[in-house]
């Protein structure tokens, strides 16, 4: 079983939808990660985040360290949102020297 | 700043060929490491580094060998290429280990 299981895999919206994107690990960590990879393009930070709750424009990341589940949502998505957003956790212990471990990723698009 | 950069973008290799990658950061990052992304794995940590001099190895690190003798520099070599090691390869940096990672544009190999 991976330790960071994202879902869904696949996400098909129209514009203008509110997105959730779902992750749930099952270790101990010190940090979780949001990140956004555009076909073809490089990897992005959105968040990064240990407790509670963080906003970006129209993006917001949510985590439930009791439950280990953090979610991703996007209001007013657009088709620019279109992208692959992995989640990924620094465990607890060792400082997060040992980089981070990532789930496989949702694809989303947005249609206009 | 130019943030995390690697060249080059794309190589393809024979087997057998050794080659090195490589990776700098001009944001005076304790933290380094690589990845590779695979379609289905995941990104996956092949090496890291803590600081200069400092390297340790990863999840997947079996034919690749890394040093860090600056703080810019983290160079990712391949020995002996085989098509197995056919992947992009992200370098990444941080300021320490548990901060924000900052992503290079990535490496797309391919060992025929």
């Known amino acids: 079983k991976n330790e960071v299981e994202q879902s869904p895999q696949n996400l098909t919206a129209q514009e203008g939808e509110f997105i959730t994107i779902n992750c749930s690990y099952s270790v101990g960590i010190s940090a979780l990660h949001w990140l956004q990879q555009h076909p073809g393009g490089g990897i992005v930070s ?8 963080k906003k970006h424009g129209r993006l917001i990341a949510t985590i439930n360290i009791q439950e280990k589940h953090s979610s991703l949502h996007i209001t007013a998505s657009h088709p620019r949102d279109s992208a692959v957003y992995i989640c990924a956790v620094s465990r607890a212990g060792g400082g997060g020297a040992d980089g981070l471990t990532f789930g496989k990723g949702t694809h989303l698009i947005i249609q206009p | 700043n130019a943030g995390v950069t690697q060249t080059p973008k794309f190589q393809v290799l024979k087997t057998g060929q050794s080659m090195t990658l490589q990776c700098a950061q001009d944001m005076n990052h304790e933290y ?14 092949i090496h890291y580094s803590v ?37 992009v390869y992200f370098c990444a940096s941080s300021y320490r280990p548990n901060y924000e990672q900052y992503f290079g544009p990535g490496t797309r190999l391919t060992v025929t």
């Open chain 1, 46 to 53: 959105l968040f990064m985040l240990s407790s509670g709750k």
């Open chain 2, 32 to 45: 380094m490491s690589w990845y590779r992304q695979d379609p289905g794995m995941g990104l996956r940590l």
């Open chain 2, 51 to 87: 600081g200069a001099g400092i390297t340790d190895q990863g999840e997947v690190p079996n034919g690749y060998n890394v040093s860090r003798s600056t703080t810019e520099d983290f160079p990712l070599r391949l020995l002996s290429a085989a098509p197995s090691q056919t992947s």
